[in-house]
């Protein structure tokens, strides 16, 4: 495998990078003490050309694939967890889907707004009672005349208060099991749809966690998504790519915490010395880095795999259950190599670290990955 990225893949990563460091940084804590949602950097993303990075150009995006996306996702979670997620969800959960499965009227006018920035997408597929077993669920679909009629309650729904556009899953058939569900496109604005709590939560505040309900929603027959009866295979390809975004983000978090340690390390003195020349230290350093070069290069494999065109379920999988665990240990060091000063919010190993766990908890739990692993190793 040829670990190098092609001169555009490592022009744009350096943009981001730029922009991140310049833009997003100053305003990390600030942005989750006030549980924001920066919509002046999402703005900021679309003229960078990025909110649609491995979206295909004739649809308003980049068409620079699973890599660069992946590039770009770590470097938003570099300096911003939060933002990152956002990100995340719009690109990979809210516009491929519509890329993949959808209409050409409907790419037209649902996928280019996000792909171009203009708008912001959600994707609700988790409910109250669901939990792991996603496919469990009460939101149904009914039909309507020339439609259909939506009714239920989605929970733990990213960007839901602030989407233009939000991807739902809801029963269709309730005695076809996982032929029994689809996919509809529904906006905010359609009557009955209502984003009722924003969730406060350990960390990632400035991406609004929501809940939301729909009461009698109606939506138009051109608003299903694919075929009815494909939400659920729908659901499973969608996810082989969005964990390949949350290992990126994990690998971003890591690297972000493991450069706040390193440096503090170089410039704290105790003893007349550098912390960083002392054993324990300095080895703490040398495995964190080791974590977040071993998970970038499991994200690398899984995203150059998708963009092949190969079938990528345990890559993926594997790439996020280690992605996700390396970013809480690495985070988790970061505060431990600051000290009493990691532990306050002047600086960002904390933030870090309450960011990192719900990368194990999100998009699968790491007991999920490790039952999808084991099935594609038949165990």
């Given at each position: 495998?040829?670990?190098?990225?092609?001169?555009?893949?490592?022009?744009?990563?350096?943009?981001?990078?730029?922009?991140?460091?310049?833009?997003?940084e100053p305003i990390a804590q600030e942005i989750e003490d006030e549980h924001r949602f920066p919509a002046e950097i999402f703005d900021q993303l679309g003229e960078?050309?990025?909110?649609?990075?491995?979206?295909?150009?004739?649809?308003?995006?980049?068409?620079?694939?699973?890599?660069?996306?992946?590039l770009i996702?770590?470097?938003?979670?570099?300096?911003?967890?939060?933002?990152?997620?956002?990100?995340?969800?719009?690109?990979?959960?809210?516009?491929?889907?519509?890329?993949?499965?959808?209409?050409?009227?409907?790419?037209?006018?649902w996928l280019e707004p996000l792909a171009t920035g203009e708008e912001i997408g959600a994707w609700a597929l988790t409910e109250p009672e669901s939990g792991s077993d996603a496919s469990d669920m009460?939101?149904?679909?009914?039909?309507?005349?020339?439609?259909?009629?939506?009714?239920?309650?989605?929970?733990?729904?990213?960007?839901?208060?602030?989407?233009?556009?939000v991807l739902v899953k809801a029963v269709t058939d309730p005695d076809a099991g996982y032929d029994g569900i689809s996919t509809f496109v529904v906006d905010p604005d359609d009557d009955g749809f209502e984003a009722t709590t924003i969730w406060d939560k350990m960390g990632l505040n400035c991406s609004?966690?929501?809940?939301?309900?729909?009461?009698?929603?109606?939506?138009p027959e051109d608003r299903l998504l694919g075929e009815e009866g494909e939400g659920w295979t729908q659901t499973m390809k969608t996810l082989d790519g969005g964990r390949i975004s949350i290992a990126a983000l994990s690998t971003g978090?890591?690297?972000?915490?493991?450069?706040?340690?390193?440096?503090?390390?170089?410039?704290?003195?105790?003893?007349?010395?550098?912390?960083?020349?002392?054993?324990?230290?300095?080895?703490?350093?040398?495995?964190?880095?080791?974590?977040?070069?071993?998970?970038?290069?499991?994200?690398?494999?899984?995203?150059?795999?998708?963009d092949a065109g190969e079938r990528v379920t345990e890559e993926s999988s594997l790439a996020k259950l280690d992605a996700s665990e390396a970013a809480r240990e690495v985070a988790e060091d970061?505060?431990?190599?600051?000290?009493?000063?990691?532990?306050?919010?002047?600086?960002?190993?904390?933030?870090?670290?309450?960011?990192?766990?719900?990368?194990?908890?999100?998009?699968?739990?790491?007991?999920?990955?490790?039952?999808?692993?084991?099935?594609?190793?038949?165990?």
């Open positions: 495998m040829d670990f190098s990225l092609s001169p555009e893949q490592r022009m744009i990563r350096d943009q981001v990078r730029e922009f991140a460091e310049e833009e997003i960078l050309d990025v909110m649609g990075a491995p979206i295909a150009e004739e649809y308003g995006g980049l068409g620079g694939g699973q890599l660069l996306y992946a996702t770590e470097e938003l979670g570099r300096v911003s967890g939060g933002v990152g997620l956002s990100y995340a969800a719009h690109v990979s959960l809210a516009s491929k889907p519509i890329e993949m499965f959808g209409t050409a009227a409907q790419k037209e006018e009460d939101t149904v679909a009914e039909p309507d005349g020339d439609g259909w009629v939506l009714n239920g309650t989605k929970q733990f729904i990213t960007n839901a208060s602030e989407a233009n556009s609004p966690t929501c809940e939301i309900k729909l009461d009698d929603v109606y939506v978090l890591a690297q972000g915490a493991y450069e706040a340690a390193e440096s503090y390390a170089r410039d704290r003195e105790q003893f007349g010395k550098p912390i960083s020349k002392f054993d324990a230290i300095r080895d703490k350093l040398v495995d964190m880095h080791r974590k977040t070069e071993r998970a970038r290069l499991l994200t690398h494999k899984a995203a150059s795999l998708y970061a505060v431990q190599v600051l000290g009493g000063y990691g532990y306050t919010e002047d600086f960002s190993p904390q933030r870090y670290y309450r960011d990192a766990k719900l990368m194990e908890i999100g998009e699968g739990t790491s007991e999920i990955q490790h039952l999808v692993i084991g099935r594609e190793l038949g165990l």
